[in-house]
């Protein structure tokens, strides 16, 4: 049977800060109470929700500037990686969101895991299109460049046809192919 609870935190699948919730029994007494992020909901805990909705409101405001902001600086933005392939030019790796979000911390950019819409680690070289859900879901979008080892970054249209991937919708589309 599921529990009623008082959300003092955002949780990605669960609810936002201030909203009365239900959730199975296992993962309130394992995660949510001893995190902090719920309180069982009671008459003295829901006198707390009118406040906590208010703040909500107020970080919402914050959250949704901050992640313009980013999402201006992401727009047009490209990162590049290399990687290593065999001689047929097949990539032995694979590059997953962690490996596009540590790219986006070294140019300064403080872009999460969670934020990145790769569905699947992408396995192929060329430039593709990254697609971003940041905070209060604001979009954004870049594109990634993954250069073979031992290739300028000048000569990469000449050696790989780019692919253009849509990470959100999983569709691929050949957008250049020079030879």
């Known amino acids: ?15 936002r800060k201030g909203e009365v919730v239900n959730a199975k029994p296992g993962y309130v007494r394992n995660f949510l109470l001893p995190q902090g992020i719920a309180v069982v ?7 707390k929700q009118e406040r906590l909705c208010v703040e909500r409101e107020q970080q919402a405001i914050v959250d949704r500037k901050e992640a313009d902001e980013l999402a201006q600086k992401i727009e047009g933005s490209v990162l590049e ?4 392939v ?6 032995y790796g ?6 596009i979000a540590l790219l986006f911390q070294e140019k300064g950019l403080p ?4 934020y990145i819409l790769v569905t699947r680690p992408i396995k192929e070289t060329g430039v593709h299109k990254i697609s971003l859900k940041l905070k209060e879901g604001i979009p954004a979008s870049c594109q990634l460049h993954i250069i073979p080892e031992g290739i300028a970054a000048v000569g ?11 990470q959100a919708s999983g569709a691929a589309s050949e957008s250049e192919s020079a030879q």
């Open 1 to 15: 049977m599921k529990q009623q609870l008082l959300l003092l935190e955002d949780v990605e699948s669960l609810g």
């Open 41 to 47: 909901a009671s008459p003295n805990t829901l006198r």
């Open 81 to 84: 990686t290399r990687v290593k």
């Open 86 to 91: 065999d001689p047929e030019g097949h990539m």
């Open 94 to 99: 694979s590059v997953s969101a962690s490996d």
């Open 111 to 114: 872009v999460e895991k969670k």
């Open 156 to 166: 990469l249209e000449a050696v790989v046809a780019p692919i253009v991937l849509d």
